[in-house]
């Protein structure tokens, strides 16, 4: 059943001549992770007048929007929890969530367990009809504008006062502007635990009519008082957030929405895989994880050889641990304990350059979309051993992994199922640093013969380890990094973070698309799901780590990251990078691209520029191949050839991976000029 809150409002009276037009001072200041509350009521006085709302909906929905779940994210999809780091508990009403054709609902319990929101989600709102450009909301060619005095969207970082970059977008994929989404993107992930306030003022539609609020919202805006009781509790709090949006500037009588959320904290965002983290590495005592070689195979032709064998990992999900299983956990909680061990498997690549004399460094490598420990041995990294001397050693990023194909088929038909490719991602993710420790500690591969000469010569270096992944190794590899205790610093090729924007960008998610279409089929249920579905791939997604670059997370050092782009990427967004290079404080190569290869007024907006070298610090480099500019929309780029795997092949790219990988600093290796890697 649609939940169309319009339709289930019925509006009968209205509106008495008034007295009074006080607002309530701006919310305090508060640090990250905790939150404010407002006790007052507004005073009978107060009231312009009063409204007639009969409420026939379920009081758990966000009663503002056009349908029960919008605007998205929301606080009225909260409830109180003073156990909880932020103060909030996520509610979302089963009874309002996407269903599939075959009427099941998706299942909210796990995302119910969280204190807050995707700290890289999109703010999805209802407004039929609404004309982005001749309201002037900010489109995704000029974040700049989104700050502006005249922007028709302002997002207000409540914790702080700081108002936040963004864009504004209308769902391209949705055939009627009935049903239409309109997003508003993060350009830089929110931080941790506070708290967003969103505004939308002066909206017109296309024939520059003005576009009228919902008579619910009407009813906050205008202070109109109402005698429903769950409007009515509300009401201190959205007079918090007109506070908050006059503050910034916001005429509260120009707004035709606004609304709060909070986002989710550290500790429930990353708690899960820290937990993990924290009682594997326990049980090894200090030891390095036990392992076994299966096979050594020597390529003549191609001077290197391959390992390959399996190594023992705490598991952490239920039952076997294969696809389709989830974490281990008590009802009610997000703490997994360990069920036994995981047989994870590794192939590592030791060329014939790597010798005692000069041992490799350690490089883990990630895989590709839905790939494996193979990719490991693939041409990119091939290159890296060749010309620098590196041991690169991979293993399956179970949760995204080859053997988890079918189950990621299977959830695009019933989404409850989701949560079975997000927590076996964390384990895979703890196999990923044990496959490190193997690496780093001096009783792992180091001391095996497998990785030693004829006259038993260490050819892994155990002081140097450091991670290089591309496409989902590179949206993947920040979360390993940003965790890991063994190592600090990533590479992350054709990178980017957020699935929930990247999947209508991508041309990888066709055929996902044609699962997807005729299990949900309204294009607004669609937009919904996806953000519902990232709160909880957050956990195991760089989208929930980028942040912790720049903030470490506890007990750990400053991480660094490369991002190597490729212009155009046919398969992970340009823009994506750039949110993910703002939120990780990656600065940009410059110049970045020549001045007629980009459809942005201000390229790589609010992105510090390098211009001289070596760079002490994360980056991030564009590299062109001569592909057309991507399209504006939230759909893939189609034209000219796709630059995807065009960096990793070019031998100056390898050459500033390697520098990156040993140092944690970035060379020119683009003479001064916008990097060009030749198509292939």
Known sequence: MRRRVGALLAVSALVAAGCGDSTPEPSPSVEAGTTTTTTTTTPEAEFAGSIELTLEQSPDCELIGHECLLPFPSDALTVDDASAVTGRRVALPLGAMPSNVDGVAVDPSRQNLADGFSPGSAALALIPGVDPAGSGLPPITDI???????????????????????????????????????????????????????????????????????????????????????????????ERVFADLE????????????????????????????????????????AAPTYTIDAVTRHDSDTYTIIEGTYDVPLYLTGDGGPGTGLNTESGSLLPTANGTWPSVFRCLV????????????????????????????????????????????????????EDTINAIAILGEASTFFTLSDRL??????????????????????DPAFRDEADGQL????????????????????????????SV???????????????????????????????????????????????????????????????LAGLDEKRGLLHGALGDHQVANVAMDVMARSMGA????????????????????IPHIDSYPHDGSATVMWDSGTPVPPIENVPPRDGTDPHEDPRRHLAAVEQIDHFLRTGTVIDVCGGEPCISPPR
């Open 426 to 447: 964390l384990q895979g993710h703890l196999n990923t640093l044990f496959l490190g420790r193997l690496m780093k500690h001096p009783d792992g591969f180091a001391a």
């Open 351 to 402: 060329h014939d350059n790597t010798t005692a004399a000069d041992p490799g460094g350690g490089v883990i490598y990630g895989h590709g979309l839905l790939g494996d420990r193979g990719q490991a041995t693939s041409t990119g990294p091939r290159l890296l051993a060749e010309h620098h001397n590196h041991v690169i050693c991979g293993t399956d990023l179970i949760g995204m992994a080859e």
């Open 490 to 552: 990533g590479v992350f090729g054709v990178p980017a973070v957020n699935y929930s924007t990247l999947l209508n960008r991508s041309i990888d998610f066709d055929l996902y698309q044609a699962i997807l279409d005729p299990a949900y089929p309204d294009k607004l249920d669609q937009a919904q799901l996806l953000l519902i579905m990232q709160m909880l791939w957050d956990r195991g997604e760089g989208n929930g780590y980028v942040n912790h670059y720049t903030q470490p």
């Open 587 to 606: 600065a940009v190569v410059w110049p970045a691209v020549g001045v007629d290869r980009t459809t942005d007024v201000e390229p790589f907006w609010a």
């Open 460 to 487: 892994l270096d155990t002081e140097q380890l450091a991670y290089y992944g591309i496409s989902q190794g590179g949206i993947m590899g920040p979360v390993s990094t940003a965790v890991s205790t063994d190592w």
């Open 144 to 238: 700049a504008a989104s700050l502006a005095d005249g922007s028709a969207s302002v997002i207000v970082d409540a914790t702080t006062g700081e108002q936040w970059p963004h864009w504004a977008e209308l769902d391209s994929n949705a055939p009627s502007p009935d049903r239409q989404g309109l997003f508003l993107r993060p350009a830089q992930n929110y931080p941790d635990g506070h708290r967003i306030v969103i505004g939308l003022r002066n909206l017109v539609d296309g024939d520059g009519a003005a576009i009228a609020p919902t008579d619910t919202f009407r009813a906050y805006r205008d202070r109109l008082e109402s005698d429903v009781e769950e409007v009515e509790a509300r009401r201190p709090a959205m």
């Open 247 to 286: 503050a910034a500037g916001v005429v509260r009588e120009e707004l035709v929405l606004a609304w709060e959320f909070t986002v989710i904290s550290t500790e429930s965002l990353t708690g899960p895989l820290v937990h993990m983290r924290d009682d594997a590495f326990a049980s090894l005592d200090g």
